[in-house]
């Protein structure tokens, strides 16, 4: 089955809104990064988490390894925030990531 | 993103050979090959550190890596097949331990006809 599940698969905003994506791990995972694919398809690096929260810019991120879960909070929304978000988990066997199938967002004016 | 740079960008190929280039300017020790098909998250292919190959995930034998130095890997690619039509990342992290963030490059998109 899926190791690593993002929720919702899809996702459109208005501008100025807040939204939080989740990524629920069936694997024990140690770390996560979360990613975002641009419209041009580029993958950014957005977050590297161990257990805990870290913060930039408008986004704030969340791991919580007890529950297996990992979450990513965008506020204010912009357009250049639309794309395909992915998160990607690591299990302490050697560093191979275990990538979600991502959350595709829009954001409209 | 100009620190890990791939080429060719685009390439569209019947059953030839050709090989993509990667080279990072981040000083970093573990350089990875990503296959991303269209609609799915990026699948590792391979992973070097420090010019060592140590992950080798099920790839077909048409597909070779090759890292001649610790900033540059290659992948060359013979008798491609229509389901190789992806678009290949080059990745870099500082090493292949646990624990490092992981870069990527702008992608070589690959169209076989």
């Known amino acids: 089955g899926d190791k690593v599940k993002q929720s919702p698969s899809a996702l459109s905003l208005q501008e100025g809104t807040n939204s939080a994506l989740r990524c629920n791990f069936s694997?024990?995972?140690?770390?996560v990064q979360w990613f975002l694919q641009n419209p041009r398809g580029s993958l950014i690096n957005l977050f590297y988490l161990v257990p805990g929260t870290k913060e930039n810019g408008r986004l704030k991120s969340a791991f919580d390894s007890k529950e297996s879960y990992s979450t990513l909070h965008i506020r204010d929304a912009q357009l250049e925030d639309s794309g395909t978000y992915f998160c990607?988990?690591?299990?302490?066997?050697?560093?191979?990531?275990?990538f979600g199938t991502g959350t595709s967002l829009l954001v409209d004016p | 993103n100009t620190k890990i740079t791939q080429s060719p960008r685009y390439l569209i190929l019947g059953r030839a050979n050709k090989s993509l280039e990667c080279e990072q300017h981040l000083g970093h020790n573990a350089m990875y090959w990503y296959k991303q098909s269209a609609e799915k998250p990026p699948e590792l292919m391979f992973l070097y550190n420090l010019k060592q190959l140590i992950r080798n995930e099920t790839v077909p034998s048409r597909f070779i890596p090759e890292c001649p130095d610790s900033s540059k890997l290659l992948l060359h690619i013979s008798a491609v097949d229509p389901e190789d039509s992806a678009v290949y990342f080059c990745?870099?992290?500082?090493?292949?331990?646990?624990?490092?963030?992981?870069?990527f490059g702008e992608g070589s998109r690959l169209i076989v006809v």
């Open positions: 990607a988990a690591e299990r302490n066997m050697g560093y191979k990531l275990t």
């Open positions: 990745a870099s992290s500082p090493d292949s331990f646990s624990g490092n963030t992981l870069y």
């Open positions: 694997i024990a995972a140690t770390t």
